[in-house]
Structure formats: structure tokens, C-alpha cells
């Protein structure tokens, strides 16, 4: 709160207990103009906004609802993309990609598929439940090393696969996909199955 709101209810009760009140009814005025004031005063919570994952900009919720995933993305947001495109989501055009980390990373910016079904966030959206050797995403951007670059610094990270796809062949590369570079399946990877938890990013 600030300095300035915490000494509006204050002063307003030394003025007004000062005032005798000799009549119930201006009493209760007196009552309601103090809680209306604190009400005005009060702290307010900051909602943190979730990333639109394919596009990488804001769309402004909290580690709650968040963007980009497969049918349990917000209905806000998919309904965006599906106008925007003219088709069902699962069939937008975009770029499917896959991360090798020599050393395994705690990500920001993951799919809550990598976050778990009690994920932390921070300003970037969601972060992995731990430390994790490979992450498959998809972006709609033109440049997908923008989208790539919120999954960790260049140098912990190698672009071991990226092809145009939709969501449906990311899932299904999560689901199936190995490391060309180690031979390890993407799966491991994962905190929980794809659809098995109400939100995703992406």
C-alpha cells in the first residue's frame, strides 16, 4: 500500500472521532465513510500476465490461465489464433521444435507439461518442475530463435530439431520423439502427460 493510502483512513478517524456524534444516525455516516475510505486505500493484488507462447507476447493472467498449448489453452487466446488463422488450432501452421541440454536445465518459459500440476512461475510464465535435459515447443513466429531464446541461455542449449508443424505434431513429438544427439526420448523429460492438466504454455 502506499504511504499516502495509509494515512488517508487515519487522519479521516482523528477528524472524525473528534466531531462528537450526538445523533446515532450521523454516527453510522460517520462509520460508513471510514470503511468506504480503507476500501478505496486497500492493497491490491498484482496479477501477473502469462505469455502467449506461440507468439511470445503477454496476454496478461496470472500462473493461471496460460498461453499456448493444446485444447486446454485459454479460451481467450485460442479463440484469437483461430480467427486470426481461420482454422482449428491443433491445425495452425508454425515451426515445432527440440532442445538438447548437455547439462540439464531448470527452464522459464516451459509448457506446464514441464511444469507439473503444481507449477511456479515467475515473469516469464511458467518454470520447469526441475531440472530437465530436453524441451519440444512450437511458435508461430516467423523467427523461431526469438521463441527459442526464453527456454535458457544459447550456450547450455542446442536446437537439435525444427520443422513446420502444429501443436499436434509437438505433442506427438513429446510423446514419441528421441535426441537425435543422445538418443534419449523427449518423454523423460516431461513432469506430466500432454491434456492430463488444466493449463498449458507454450
Known amino acids: 500500500m502506499k504511504r499516502g493510502g495509509c494515512l488517508i483512513p487515519l487522519v479521516a478517524a482523528v477528524i472524525l472521532t473528534a466531531i462528537p456524534a450526538y445523533e446515532a444516525g450521523t454516527f453510522l455516516l460517520w462509520l460508513v465513510f471510514l470503511v468506504l475510505v480503507a476500501w478505496h486505500a486497500r492493497p491490491r493484488a498484482k496479477a501477473l500476465s502469462l505469455t502467449k507462447r506461440a507468439t511470445g507476447q503477454y496476454s496478461g493472467r496470472a500462473g493461471q490461465t496460460s498461453p499456448k498449448g493444446g485444447p486446454a489453452m ?3 487466446w485460442t479463440e484469437e489464433l483461430e480467427a ?11 515451426k515445432v521444435y527440440a532442445l538438447h541440454y548437455e547439462v540439464p536445465q531448470v527452464l522459464r518459459s516451459v509448457s506446464s507439461d514441464y511444469a507439473g500440476p503444481s507449477p511456479r512461475s515467475d515473469a516469464d510464465g511458467f518454470l520447469s518442475a526441475g531440472p530437465i535435459r530436453h524441451y519440444v515447443g512450437w511458435t508461430q513466429q516467423a523467427k523461431p530463435a526469438k521463441r527459442i ?8 542449449r542446442e536446437v537439435v530439431y525444427l520443422q513446420p508443424g502444429t501443436m499436434h505434431d509437438e505433442t506427438a513429438l513429446k510423446l514419441t520423439g528421441a535426441c537425435p544427439k543422445c538418443g534419449e526420448q523427449y518423454a523423460d523429460s516431461l513432469a506430466v502427460r500432454p491434456g492430463s492438466h488444466p493449463e498449458r504454455q507454450g
Not at 84 to 94: E, N, R, S
Not at 149 to 156: E, K
Open 74 to 76: 485459454p479460451k481467450h
Open 84 to 94: 486470426k488463422h481461420g482454422m482449428p488450432l491443433h491445425q495452425i501452421p508454425g
Open 149 to 156: 531464446s526464453r527456454h535458457g541461455p544459447a550456450a547450455y
